[in-house]
């Protein structure tokens, strides 16, 4: 298991179908761990495909059906004791569009720990204010937490589902194209963000933006119809790929 | 009508210049067609609030004059041709309140199966059909089905509580609709999020998914209470028409719909039935006004885009 141990995440041999419809062929890829992994590829490659198989949100889907194995920590998510509401909880998501409930900033923050079972206002009032603290909103937001989370910038919004999934304590943050719908300023505040939050989380990105991967990853798969094309060193895939594909891709050939 | 002379190059077949003729004739130029429209829809709608206004003001002013305190707080006698509506206005919240309370559960609870825990399919089709159907059953079958079931089958007799029943079953389809529409415009990135988060279905459709479709929920509620507060034939059938205020909720109460008809058909007063009938829009407009009041807050908390 020592080959597993130095990966947070490890796919191997992951295949998944929609019906008949092969999304992903064969993957295997590791993930370290407290570092930024970049995901890239044209639409439809099947990256957030893959990216959801992390924390089985596929799962929701009845005709999604998928074989191989991911280990999180070397353990099996698939057929281990890890629960599914458990795995979720270890590896978390931030999506394409910031998604906040329609609740208030406190209530969105305190959602992930009261349905894990905390009751006790003060423990509540703690976490909030270190997730609050984590994505820097502590002192814009500190004074108006009963304000609903849908009346906040959309850069906002976003540091705000970042701060929701900090509260339950992930391990693993996925993210789905987390800045497609922000401005370039507000995109830059969330890149500098992943940096600090990958001091210690293991942070895996789904980007379009093919700057974005090389501004904040260390590593960088290229993924296309389904396949992983390269992966490796973002400096390498970038400046000296190895497949051809992936060289004409990143010099913006298609795409 | 006669053609203004053509010029010889090109030649235009007469049939051409015809149709060109007419078209111009009958289609006026889109600024004017917008301003017809606007000025046909702002029609239709004036007509529709007026008829409203109309109706209720008519209502209220043949009935206010008669609401009085002693009114509201007797029990009628010589049949309602003196007296007041007392047991009417309890026999009307009981019979309603309770038939609310019974399909509110039901009906919720059926939507969220269809919506969120199972997969489209010829269940679900049935169920939704078989609600379809029993939306467009006359409510005096429904009276009817009460009458045998509920009274007599189950032993119930005419009663508050056999009234309930049967007008349980008369608003049940509309609350199923209309939670489902609803639960269905709950925006699926709600539901993504929550489950990322690692809660369960049953976490996210109570936290996540009711919580913010009901707005929509309590409008199919509040159109159940309207439906149920003005039924007559469906309540004639199992509740029956006892004058007295009622013991228990085995005993038989008349509806304040009910008294009306009474009061109306069979030409006992027209002063109290108009009271009457002031008494019950007033009713409806209290229950509508209190809905919107709760909406707006509920709204103003959550932070929904409403």
């Keep these: 298991m020592t080959d597993a141990m130095e990966y947070k995440l490890q796919a191997s041999s992951l295949n998944l179908y929609y019906g008949r419809f092969h999304a992903l062929k064969n993957i295997n890829i590791g993930i370290r761990p407290r570092s930024i992994t970049a995901i890239i590829g044209p ?95 502590w002192d814009d937001l500190k004074d108006r937490l009963n304000a609903p989370a849908l009346s906040l910038s959309p850069e906002q919004q976003q540091r705000l589902c970042i701060s929701r999934l900090v509260a339950v304590e992930p391990e693993v943050l996925l993210m789905d194209e987390p800045c497609s719908a922000l401005d370039p300023f507000a995109t830059a505040h969330i890149e500098d963000l992943m940096r600090k939050l990958a001091e210690q989380y293991t942070i895996v990105i789904v980007t379009h933006n093919m700057q974005q991967a090389a501004r904040v990853s260390t590593e960088t798969a290229f993924m296309l119809l389904g396949e992983l094309v390269e992966f490796g060193d973002t400096t390498q895939i970038f400046q000296n790929p190895r497949q051809k594909k992936t060289e004409e891709y990143v010099s913006g050939r298609y795409g | 009508m006669k053609l203004a002379p053509t010029a ?82 309890v026999g009307t919240v009981l019979v309603t309140g309770l038939a609310v309370l019974i399909a509110a559960p039901i009906g919720v609870a059926t939507a969220v199966y269809l919506t969120e825990y199972t997969a489209e399919g010829r269940l679900t089709a049935v169920i939704r059909f078989g609600a379809d159907c029993l939306a467009g059953i006359p409510s005096i079958v429904f009276g009817l089905f009460g009458f045998v079931f509920f009274a007599i089958t189950l032993g119930l007799g005419l009663s508050i509580l056999s009234g309930a029943l049967t007008l349980a ?74 004058l007295g205020l009622p013991d228990s909720l085995f005993d038989s109460s008349r509806t304040l719909a009910l008294h009306f008809y009474y009061l109306a058909q069979e030409n006992i007063s027209e002063a109290n039935a108009y009271a009457t009938a002031a008494v019950l829009v007033m009713a409806i407009l209290a229950i509508n006004l209190f809905a919107y009041w709760l909406m707006r807050r509920f709204i103003a908390r959550g932070g929904h885009h409403a």
């Design chain 2, 169 to 242: 079953l008369m608003v049940l389809p509309t609350i199923i609709r209309t939670s489902e529409e609803a639960i269905r415009a709950v925006p699926y990135a709600y539901r993504e999020a929550s489950f990322g988060l690692g809660s369960t279905r049953w976490q996210t459709t109570l936290y996540v998914v009711l919580r913010s479709a009901l707005p929509g929920i309590s409008t199919g509620v509040v159109l159940s209470v309207g439906r149920s507060i003005s039924e007559t034939a469906a309540v004639m059938l199992t509740a029956g028409s006892a």
């Design chain 1, 43 to 137: 639409s439809g490659c099947g990256k957030s495909t893959l990216l959801r198989c992390f924390n089985r949100l596929n799962d929701i889907i009845k005709s999604a059906r998928v074989t191989g194995r991911i280990l999180l920590d070397g353990a099996d998510i698939f057929n281990s004791g890890i629960g599914l509401t458990q795995l979720r909880r270890r590896v978390g998501m931030v999506f394409q569009r910031p998604n906040p409930f329609p609740l208030s900033i406190f209530d969105n923050l305190a959602y992930g720990p009261r349905v894990h079972g905390m009751r006790d206002r003060e423990e509540l009032e703690m976490i909030v204010e270190n997730s609050l603290r984590a994505t820097m909103l």
């Design chain 2, 8 to 89: 010889p190059l090109p030649p235009v077949p007469a049939s051409e210049r015809r149709n060109a003729a007419r078209r111009i004739r009958l289609m006026p130029s889109p600024t004017v067609t917008e301003r017809i429209v606007v000025a046909l829809l702002w029609a239709m709608a004036a007509i529709t609030i007026a008829v409203l206004v109309f109706i209720i003001g008519y209502i209220l002013l043949h009935g206010l004059p008669h609401v009085t305190w002693s009114f509201l707080t007797e029990s009628p006698r010589r049949m309602g041709r003196e007296g007041g509506v007392l047991p009417m206005i």
